[in-house]
């Protein structure tokens, strides 16, 4: 998951998905690993001088870029930021205890599901006077997404990316193929595809989390946001015949989707796009580094993936987002709140933005000028969206998604026809894992 992109945009994308899985998936929620000193606070007296801040930003690229907006921050207000970066990896596992323990005012975090889990246990201190000074800044879905189960904010957004259908505009071109808008018109241009010797849908899921991305998408197109999100949550039954419809549609299009895709990292999948074997991918735009000729990367487009039920058109996009949170016991509570007042500024953006461009600004006032062409369709897709989701192992329980969701969809992909007796091994697994929250 870039898609998800964990945090750190300049991780290679296998690893950021990975970063998400494993043992840190248990351990951030709940299992408690007690190596505080590994992943503790800076420990320091309160100096109204300065802000403490625990980053996950290891890798070299967005270290850089968060370095030089807390430069920023401490010329404009004086006050320094402190910051203490951890191992990606070792932070998402150790969180939770870390969190417990005596973190550091601020901590880089994902919104959505992740952030609220923290909040729902006072491991986090709600921001709605920064929100009071920075909502202007932001769409609608942004500031729901920040938002804890109570309704107060907890969360300041840095920067997202879409997830969505990619293709070469030239194949496109060459066949005189049409975007598809709707689930027919998506599964008569796979049949041409195919009839024209293209592989439909590049696919690869060989590190467990790009089907994700596929279910989401079927079942927010199908069923709608809400459900969606009910179904993340644990609310919903995975017995629902809701579900069971996402499956048998997914079962539709699964024939053209490149065979073997269990044994495929995304990476080789993104080749065949590349190299014009395939004429569709569905992935989020990090897609866009595997194109490293110039020439083929300006061939590179993408378009929402398309209406299933018009009740719920094409009005959720999928959009992992990055930012931080307050702790419980900020040592330095107003000097934090003045650091996520500027870290909710398009400024702070920008300055993150020029280290980094695989992403967009969370913010709808960031200047926007030196966008590439994919980064202003990715903008526009998401600050038009009426509802963001996050993916499914951030919007989910991560022990959830990693233990029981990742291999029942590896095993879909490999026999699409026992879909009810996997539904009801979903189902019994998550009422186990949810119980025990």
């Known amino acids: 998951m870039h898609h998800p992109l964990p945090s750190g945009p300049s991780l290679s994308a296998p690893s950021r998905r990975t970063l998400l899985r494993g043992v840190g998936g248990a351990a951030l929620l709940g299992a408690g690993i007690p190596l505080l000193s590994a992943c503790g606070g800076s420990g320091t007296a309160a100096d109204p001088k300065t802000v403490s801040l625990g980053s996950n930003a290891s890798d070299a690229v967005p270290k850089k ?8 921050f401490t010329k404009q207000s004086g006050i320094k930021v402190d910051v ?61 997404l920040s938002k804890g189960e109570d309704g107060k904010y907890y969360f300041v957004p840095l920067y997202t990316y879409p997830w969505a259908l990619f293709y070469r505009k030239s194949v496109f071109a060459q066949h005189g193929y049409q975007v598809p808008t709707t689930w027919d018109e998506l599964v008569a241009l796979c049949k041409r595809m195919k009839k024209d010797g293209l592989v439909p849908i590049a696919f690869g899921d060989k590190d467990a989390w790009p089907a994700l991305g596929t279910f989401d998408q079927i079942n927010f ?37 490149q065979d073997g895709a269990v044994g495929r990292t995304w ?51 999928e959009a992992p987002t990055d930012g931080f949170m307050l702790s419980k016991a900020p040592k330095n509570h107003a000097g934090a709140v003045k650091l996520l007042e500027y870290l909710g ?14 992403v967009v600004a969370a913010s709808t006032k960031a200047d926007t000028s030196s966008y590439t062409p994919l980064q202003k369709k990715a903008y526009e897709m998401i600050s038009g969206a009426k509802n963001l ?49």
Request: no cysteine; net charge negative; glycine share 4%.
């Open 84 to 144: 203490n970066t951890k191992d990606h990896n070792t932070f998402q596992e150790q969180i939770n205890s870390y969190l417990q323990g005596t973190p550091d005012d601020v901590f880089t975090w994902f919104a959505g599901y992740r952030m609220q889990f923290f909040a729902a246990k006072k491991l986090a201190t709600p921001i709605d006077d920064v929100w009071q000074k920075i909502g202007g800044n932001f769409p609608d879905a942004m500031k729901a």
């Open 345 to 358: 500024t398009p400024e702070a953006e920008q300055i993150y933005l020029k280290a980094d461009s695989s």
């Open 221 to 257: 197109r199908t069923n709608g946001y809400d459900f969606h999100v009910e179904l993340m949550a644990g609310k919903a039954s995975w017995t629902d015949p809701k579900v069971r419809k996402v499956f048998d549609l997914w079962a539709e299009i699964l024939p053209y989707h």
């Open 389 to 437: 989701t996050q993916f499914m192992d951030r919007d989910s329980r991560p022990d959830f998604t990693s233990t029981v969701m990742q291999p029942a969809l590896q095993n879909f992909i490999r026999n699409p026809k026992g879909v009810d007796s996997l539904l009801s091994s979903i189902e019994r697994q998550k009422k186990t894992i949810f119980a025990s929250a």
């Open 65 to 72: 870029a968060f370095a030089d907006i807390y430069a920023a």
């Open 267 to 317: 990476q080789d999948a993104a080749q065949t796009l590349v190299s014009k074997k395939a004429g569709m991918y569905l992935l989020g735009t990090f897609v866009g580094q595997q194109f490293t000729n110039k020439a083929d990367l300006d061939d590179l487009d993408f378009f929402a993936f398309p209406e299933i039920d018009p009740q719920y058109g094409q009005d959720t996009v």
